[in-house]
């Protein structure tokens, strides 16, 4: 192959003799609901997060109450901005969330795992930052469970010599 390709009729040639079929993937579809939201699933530790993002003026309630109010630690309210920070849309989008399980930091997680979801979602486009800034990656540490014989999931009971 070592003629150069000027034109479209010496693509179509050269395509003819390769053997191998090249599948283009498809473009993605943004998914919107009638009303215009987008759900998505967020989970970390042992906290559930259901998000649901529709355009609007950067609203975030969370279990009913904002999110400044749940989350009172400025560094949880600082975890669920960054979604919106890394795509530029900060402000644009309402963002409605029910969390169960996990504590505070735990469901902080949750909530921004369920954002960054419903985002590429939404706006395919935005896949790329999110993925990259490894938002859309569930965090899978969980807590170790406990083994018999043992204090606790590692600690073993105090031994004694006599």
């Given at each position: 192959?070592?003629?150069?390709?000027?034109?479209?009729?010496?693509?179509?040639?050269?395509?003819?003799?390769?053997?191998?079929?090249?599948?283009?993937?498809?473009?993605?579809?943004?998914?919107?609901?009638?009303?215009?939201?987008?759900?998505?699933?967020?989970?970390?530790?042992?906290?559930?997060?259901?998000?649901?993002?529709?355009?609007?003026?950067?609203?975030?309630?969370v279990n009913g109450k904002d999110q400044d109010l749940y989350f009172a630690r400025p560094?949880?309210?600082?975890?669920?901005?960054?979604?919106?920070?890394?795509?530029?849309?900060?402000?644009?989008?309402?963002?409605?969330?029910?969390?169960?399980?996990?504590?505070?930091?735990?469901?902080?997680?949750?909530?921004?795992h369920g954002i960054s979801k419903a985002l590429q979602l939404y706006e395919p486009s935005?896949?790329?930052?999110?993925?990259?800034?490894?938002?859309?990656?569930?965090?899978?540490?969980?807590?170790?469970?406990?083994?018999?014989?043992?204090r606790k999931a590692r600690r073993s009971f105090q031994f004694s010599k006599r």
């Amino acid at each position: 192959m070592s003629e150069q390709i000027t034109s479209l009729e010496d693509l179509a040639v050269v395509a003819e003799g390769v053997s191998a079929v090249v599948e283009v993937a498809a473009p993605r579809e943004p998914v919107r609901d009638e009303l215009g939201r987008t759900y998505a699933t967020g989970k970390r530790k042992d906290a559930v997060a259901r998000v649901w993002i529709k355009p609007g003026s950067g609203k975030v309630t969370v279990n009913g109450k904002d999110q400044d109010l749940y989350f009172a630690r400025p560094v949880l309210q600082l975890i669920l901005r960054q979604p919106m920070q890394i795509t530029g849309v900060e402000g644009e989008f309402d963002v409605v969330a029910t969390v169960k399980g996990g504590g505070l930091t735990g469901q902080a997680g949750a909530v921004k795992h369920g954002i960054s979801k419903a985002l590429q979602l939404y706006e395919p486009s935005h896949r790329g930052a999110l993925k990259a800034a490894g938002f859309l990656t569930r965090d899978s540490r969980v807590v170790e469970r406990k083994k018999f014989g043992k204090r606790k999931a590692r600690r073993s009971f105090q031994f004694s010599k006599r």
